[in-house]
């Protein structure tokens, strides 16, 4: 806590994943081990080498007193985004929006592209195609008469962000961050800067994403990156495990109420944590690989520390970014280790990507949550299917079992391609 400057508390939280489509049922899921991840069913990905994924299964935009037919055009992304804000705006006393000066209220996301319509676009090229040439004419004509521009519209990743305000009346800031699997973190660290210079007195912010569709998987098949493990779906995400082959594609949504600390006490909300510090790096390395000796992850966990004003003795569990990848849990182990050194190994990690997948821009808004919850219950969710230690990855994982274990303090890590790094440190709150 930093001495004069404006406290960011967090007085709503909501969440649309894979393992829960409440707080409460995504909490308990974490806490009995269970997974998320089974086979593929929102499209035909039978001849793909990765035929799993973590779908939000049994939900949809109804659930939350919406009415279907105004999000027809909208995407799997912003219908999550949707319920997710719904849930936390009510959590936070706030679901008929900012009682006062609505420009006192704004939104900032990390939110992932709309999805395409993969048939449309199949038919399309297919009926276009001339023996071995593409008439682009005839395709642009077809994708006129076929295509919705509202469709179309929503394929901004600015359209989550949009929908929001309208539905909270939010005048205030208004942004969207895509910056991969760092997004969402990235947007609640952004949108906590806003209200601690005053731009703002309350911001949703969290992220969506949805990328589990022929081009998302192809795209991550062509780098490699995803399990393979298809036989075997609730073992396939394994971070940290020597027998690691790749991460588990997920979706979702995450939101939190960000509030300034004296308006939050003024209207009498409920305070679930504080937000404490941010921080933000760069590899400048490579687009898709860390730097071997994790330099932006380490400097971006010590700038979280030092905006949170903490040393290193202060944290007692890290949500680690842990995807389940060769590179990224090595990096991540030694950027803990640098940072922390020798008590690194007195604090507990682990990865709730074993158990939902990773929700890509929605991960870390989901994970932020998580170690509010942490902090809250005092138990810490574990890194299941973790069997095969790796030598390089010689830390405390919180192996297949929760654990209680008193925890005030929490490091939130999100690490993403392009050489994107975010941490955010979160505690009780203490008055």
């Not at 035909?44 to 994924?53: G, L, N, V």
């Not at 420009?103 to 071995?132: C, H, K, N, P, W």
């Not at 806003?194 to 998987?217: E, K, N, Q, T, W």
Request: proline share 4%; net charge negative; hydrophobic share 40%.
């Amino acid at each position: 806590m930093v001495a004069g400057r404006r406290r960011v508390v967090i007085t709503g939280m909501g969440c649309i994943t894979p393992l829960g489509v409440r707080v409460d049922e995504l909490w308990n899921n974490l806490g009995i081990g269970a997974s998320g991840v089974g086979l593929t069913t929102v499209f035909d990905a039978s001849r793909f080498p990765t035929r799993i994924s973590a779908e939000v299964r049994g939900w949809d935009i109804t659930h939350e007193g919406q009415q279907e037919r105004d999000w027809h055009f909208c995407g799997r992304h912003t219908k999550f985004a949707a319920g997710a804000a719904l849930q936390a705006m009510r959590d936070a006393g706030l679901a008929g929006g900012l009682p006062g000066d609505p420009a006192r209220l704004g939104v900032y996301l990390g939110s992932g592209e709309g999805q395409q319509d993969f048939d449309a676009f199949t038919s399309m090229m297919t009926a276009a195609i001339e023996g071995d040439t593409l008439d682009v004419a005839k395709f642009t004509k077809l994708g006129l008469e076929t295509l919705h521009p509202l469709a179309e519209v929503e394929q901004e990743p600015n359209m989550p962000a949009c929908h929001l305000a309208g539905l909270f009346n939010a005048h205030g800031p208004n942004l969207n961050c895509l910056t991969a699997c760092a997004a969402s973190s990235q947007a609640i660290g952004e949108a906590a800067e806003l209200v601690r210079r005053g731009d703002a007195d309350v911001m949703l912010s969290g992220g969506a994403h949805s990328m589990i569709h022929p081009f998302g998987v192809t795209g991550f098949n062509l780098l490699t990156a995803l399990s393979t493990r298809n036989d075997e779906p609730t073992r396939a995400s394994r971070p940290f495990d020597r027998d690691r082959d790749g991460f588990v594609l997920g979706e979702g949504a995450a939101m939190v109420v960000l509030e300034e600390l004296e308006h939050a006490r003024r209207r009498g909300a409920t305070i679930h944590g504080e937000l404490l510090g941010y921080g933000s790096t760069a590899d400048a390395y490579r687009i898709t690989d860390t730097h071997p000796e994790g330099r932006g992850a380490a400097s971006c966990i010590r700038m979280a520390l030092a905006d949170a004003g903490l040393g290193p003795e202060a944290i007692g569990y890290i949500n680690a970014h842990g995807t389940s990848t060769s590179v990224n849990d090595r990096v991540e182990t030694l950027a803990i280790k640098t940072v922390f050194g020798e008590r690194a190994y007195e604090i507990p990690v682990s990865s709730t990507k074993s158990m939902m997948g990773h929700l890509i821009a929605a991960a870390g808004a989901t994970e932020l949550i998580v170690c509010l919850l942490a902090i809250r219950d005092g138990l810490l969710p574990p890194t299941i299917n973790y069997e095969e230690p790796d030598p390089d990855c010689d830390l405390d994982y919180v192996p297949n079992k929760a654990r209680e274990a008193t925890c005030n303090v929490a490091l939130s890590n999100s690490f993403g391609f392009g050489g994107q790094n975010i941490s955010l440190v979160v505690g009780r709150f203490a008055g």
